[in-house]
């Protein structure tokens, strides 16, 4: 077994893919996307400015870009997922890995979801709130919603990291109310995505989806809404137009892509995996099922371990290596 996770928007960096650049196959990947787009979207992901980078119609796109670009790497190796996912728009790249989307559909329905995020005129914004269930959360946010000013738990990252997306002022009376939260961090995005603000965004985007080539994928692919694997389209196409206003359900995606070994749980207080710039720490030694995280990321990786799966991330110089005596581990039959 092999699982590909692919990450989302929040994990774009000036710099991003410069290293996938060293593989022909990568180099090849980057240069036919960019040749897709209006304007190529290498350059800004290699010098920024950031303030351009991170704003949404530019970092669904390029955070896609890196995605495919190391998915070529492991396909010129000769790996093929056998389950994918992907987070928020990493969706899309997953349903690529799958077969569902060619090359150009994919960069053509993200970048009309980039634009289409981008255009919603009501303004929202989103935080992680760090050490604290979810159950918790939710109520924390039916208590700080009001009429026309929501808060909604946006995604499920893993034990103690949730997101929530909402109105500005709700966003701040719930940060009133959980007192008991280890912190509360805003997060560096365009809007409230994956919340009722994104309505606005919603029938267009039905609609592009409705009429986007696909075919049956090849392998199952978990989707953010619902956390549970499928090979039937017309689920995949209902839920990637539900996960725009939708919960990413994350914790879930991990438990059914890679169930967690035996031993004892990973403390979310002290685990410091989160901090995308730090190496996460894997025991080769105790490596099963190949996990990988397919980008120029290791938040995903960092995310993983706090539900006790172990994964690698293709941002890690030494993965291939590591992934091939993983797979030559794993049990034939």
Not at 6 to 26: D, E
Not at 171 to 185: C, P, S, T, W, Y
Not at 186 to 206: D, I, K, Q, T, Y
Not at 267 to 276: E, F, H, I, Q
Request: include cysteine; proline fraction near 8%.
């Amino acid at each position: 077994m092999l699982g590909y996770l692919f990450p989302g928007q929040g994990t774009v960096r000036v710099g991003m893919g410069a290293w996938l650049r060293r593989s022909r196959a990568a180099r090849q990947r980057l240069d036919q996307i960019d040749a897709l787009l209006p304007r190529p979207i290498s350059p800004l992901c290699a010098r920024g400015p950031l303030d351009s980078l991170v704003a949404t119609e530019h970092a669904q796109i390029a955070v896609t870009a890196c995605n495919l670009a190391a998915l070529a790497v492991l396909g010129e190796e000769g790996y093929e997922p056998t389950v994918v996912a992907g987070h928020s728009v990493g969706e899309l790249s997953a349903l690529h890995a799958a077969g569902v989307l060619d090359l150009a559909g994919t960069v053509r329905l993200v970048a009309l979801r980039a634009r289409l995020m981008a255009g919603v005129a009501v303004s929202g914004g989103m935080r992680a709130v760090m050490g604290l269930p979810v159950e918790r959360v939710e109520r924390y946010a039916a208590d700080a919603s009001e009429p026309g000013e929501p808060v909604v738990v946006g995604l499920e990252n893993a034990p103690g990291h949730v997101v929530v997306s909402g109105s500005p002022a709700a966003l701040d009376r719930l940060a009133e109310l959980a007192v008991d939260a280890d912190k509360i961090v805003p997060l560096r995005v365009g809007n409230a995505f994956h919340s009722p603000l994104m309505a606005g965004a919603e029938r267009a985007w039905a609609a592009a989806v409705a009429a986007a080539p696909m075919d049956e994928p090849r392998v199952p692919v978990v989707p953010n809404v619902t956390g549970e694997p499928t090979t039937d389209l017309a689920v995949l196409r209902q839920a990637l137009v539900a996960q725009l206003t939708g919960r990413v359900r994350w914790t879930r995606t991990m438990e059914t892509i890679a169930p967690a070994p035996p031993g004892p749980a990973l403390d979310p207080a002290t685990d410091t995996a989160l901090d995308p710039v730090l190496d996460p720490v894997l025991d080769t030694a105790s490596e099963t099922v190949p996990v990988v995280e397919v980008g120029d990321s290791k938040v995903l990786t960092g995310l993983a371990r706090r539900t006790g799966v172990r994964c690698l991330s293709m941002a890690d110089p030494t993965t291939l290596r590591r992934l091939a005596k993983a797979v030559a581990r794993e049990p034939v039959g």
